[in-house]
């Protein structure tokens, strides 16, 4: 988990993934998708990408003890990247984002959806939250040459 060893936040629980989610579904026995299901593939399926476009293995996860959740922090010194990764954007809850920047507020905020054709920013929790696509959030993410 990414953290800053404060009191509130959970620093020792690791989260598992599976990077086959083919073999995810076969092993909850999921022949038909829920909504619900969904969202957990697509946390997966961002995650994919995100390692393999950046190269990089320092992806993390943010939860404190109140279960506000983050699903993914790519950590930098002074401003930590936060990504959301939600099936349709409708999906989106402010709570989260909102603790995490109380602790983190240089923090970037991206929303990765499935049904955001067009990058938009709304302005919520105290700051601006960048809604995108996956291949605008991985064209955002790897700087230009």
């Known amino acids: 988990p990414f953290h800053s060893s404060r009191s509130h936040e959970i ?3 690791p989260k598992v993934y599976g990077f086959d989610t083919g073999f995810i579904c076969h092993y909850r026995g999921w022949n038909d998708l829920r909504p619900d299901d969904k ?3 697509w946390e997966h399926f961002v995650l994919n990408e995100l390692y393999a476009q ?3 293995n320092d992806l993390r996860y943010w939860r404190d003890k109140q279960k506000h959740e983050i699903d993914i922090v790519i950590p930098h010194a002074r401003t ?3 990504i959301e990764c939600k099936w349709k954007a409708a999906a989106f ?3 989260p984002v909102a603790s995490f920047i109380k ?3 240089t923090a970037k905020i991206f929303v990765v959806t499935t049904d955001t054709p067009r990058p938009y920013t709304k302005h919520a929790a105290g700051t601006t939250i960048s809604f995108i696509g996956l ?3 991985i064209k955002a993410l790897i700087p230009s040459p």
């Open 54 to 56: 950046l190269q990089t």
């Open 39 to 41: 969202g957990i593939l």
């Open 11 to 13: 620093i020792l629980a």
């Open 93 to 95: 809850q402010e709570s």
């Open 135 to 137: 291949d605008d959030l």
């Open 103 to 105: 602790q983190y507020p």
């Open 80 to 82: 930590p990247i936060a």
